[in-house]
């Protein structure tokens, strides 16, 4: 039987630290997430043509068994852990096990047939590693500066300082390699410059939306703005009309895009009349603010896409 014809069976994998929970025709096996474990999954989903599997981002845990899977070439959904919360409660399922959710997993598969993801590249996932860690760095030193300003008792203050300069330490370490990455990955460096030449938009923004988003300069603009979570989504109901609002797609790339659109609103000419423009039509800065960042993710994506657009700030 060609591949194009084969029957897709959709099998849930439930995964956390130590364990896989894998709902296959109706059964579950429970397997260690271990490389021994990772083979015998690979060995139960040769047996049943045609598998695909479906699981949860875990923060990680994921990362050595879908590296497994897709190097045995089996088709594996990441999901958002939300969007698999929101299908078990409009199915009713309102108990949580490891097995319950395996099989909430295969049911998500069967209904919504999710898109396989595409594996990342060593330098993918280093980047977004190393991206993220910055972030975490970044939120835990600004409240240590905070703490350093409230604390009165000397010791306490001293002991906040000296993590306070660890931090920076580690801040410029893992900025010097994040720029060590950049410069040995010409492709990476490349999509970077780009990102740069538009006003506003810095080395580490340009990094952090890659890392959060490497399908940017693939997609039209409604695939761009809606995987950023930047596109307004209606809310009516007969006559009643309310204000539409953003949600649900990559948290962290709007996070990347914020202080970005900030600065584009006020040095970016284009940029800049356009949030002007919605000011002067009464719309709150918030708002005004979102619909930059939204227009600087379409021309980041339009730009990546279009190697000879020619760039007018």
């Not at 043509?49 to 959904?77: D, F």
């Not at 009713?92 to 490891?98: F, M, V």
């Not at 649900?248 to 609103?265: E, I, Q």
């Not at 960042?293 to 980041?300: D, F, N, S």
Request: aromatic letters at 2%; hydrophobic letters at 40%.
């Amino acid at each position: 039987m060609s591949q194009n014809t084969m029957t897709t069976i959709y099998t849930g994998l439930d995964i956390a630290k130590l364990n896989l929970q894998l709902h296959l025709a109706g059964r579950i096996h429970d397997l260690p997430n271990t490389a021994t474990g990772h083979r015998r999954l690979l060995k139960l989903l040769t047996a049943h043509a045609g598998a695909h599997v479906v699981c949860e981002a875990t923060g990680g845990y994921e990362r050595n068994v879908v590296a497994a899977l897709h190097e045995a070439k089996v088709p594996v959904s990441v999901l958002n852990p939300a969007r698999v919360r929101h299908f078990a409660r409009a199915t009713g399922q309102r108990a949580k096990t490891d097995d319950i959710d395996a099989a909430v997993l295969t049911a998500y598969g069967q209904a919504l047939q999710p898109k396989p993801t595409t594996p990342r590249t060593e330098q993918e996932q280093q980047l977004a590693e190393l991206v993220r860690r910055r972030v975490q760095v970044v939120e835990i030193l600004l409240g240590q500066r905070q703490q350093v300003e409230r604390l009165t008792l000397p010791p306490l203050r001293r002991q906040a300082q000296s993590l306070v300069r660890r931090l920076e330490r580690d801040l410029e370490q893992i900025e010097a390699q994040l720029k060590t990455l950049r410069t040995q990955t010409a492709t990476l460096d490349e999509r970077v410059q780009k990102l740069e030449a538009i006003t506003g938009v810095g080395a580490i923004t340009a990094l952090g939306v890659l890392a959060e988003l490497p399908e940017l300069g693939t997609l039209n603009r409604r695939q761009a703005a809606a995987l950023a979570g930047l596109a307004p989504h209606p809310r009516e109901s007969g006559q009643w009309h309310g204000r539409r609002s953003i949600g649900g797609g990559r948290a962290p790339v709007r996070r990347a895009l914020y202080m970005a659109a900030l600065v584009a609103a006020h040095a970016n000419r284009q940029l800049k009349e356009f949030y002007q423009r919605l000011r002067a039509a009464g719309k709150p800065a918030k708002v005004a603010l979102t619909a930059v960042m939204r227009k600087l993710i379409v021309l980041m994506n339009h730009i990546l896409k279009n190697p000879n657009f020619a760039l007018q700030n």
